[in-house]
């Protein structure tokens, strides 16, 4: 009986090793597949990013083109509001200024008219 156990220690000792690199075969093989999977899996998440990146970019792009679209439509109203604006103030400058100019020569030829007056009256 004791050279049966010694029989089967000593098979046990010669197919376990060869059993065991069998399983470490097995597990690298399904170790390669499982990193397979996740580097498909990264490479995919990787595209997608990608992809949703680019369209947040057009996205922005497009908005900031309409905000210069929209700014430049302000500045050139803006702008020619500010003309309309000058224009009339140069109107009403240039009004004033006549109409002050008028003033003034009417009360020369007031102030003159009385001095020649006087100096008629003085001469006499």
Do not use: C, E, R
Not at 98 to 111: I, L, S
């Amino acid at each position: 009986m004791k050279k049966i156990w010694i029989g089967l220690v000593g098979a046990a000792l010669a197919f376990g090793p060869a059993m065991y690199a069998q399983d470490v075969v097995t597990g690298a093989k399904d170790l390669g597949k499982d990193v397979g999977k996740g580097t498909k899996k990264a490479a995919d998440a990787t595209a997608d990013a990608t992809k949703a990146t680019v369209h947040g970019t057009k996205k922005a792009a497009d908005k900031t083109a309409d905000a210069t679209v929209d700014a430049s439509k302000a500045t050139a109203h803006g702008t020619a509001k500010a003309a309309d604006k000058t224009a009339d103030a140069t109107t009403d400058a240039a009004k004033a200024t006549a109409k002050g100019t008028k003033k003034a020569a009417v009360a020369t030829g007031n102030a003159t008219k009385k001095a020649t007056d006087k100096t008629v009256d003085a001469v006499k």
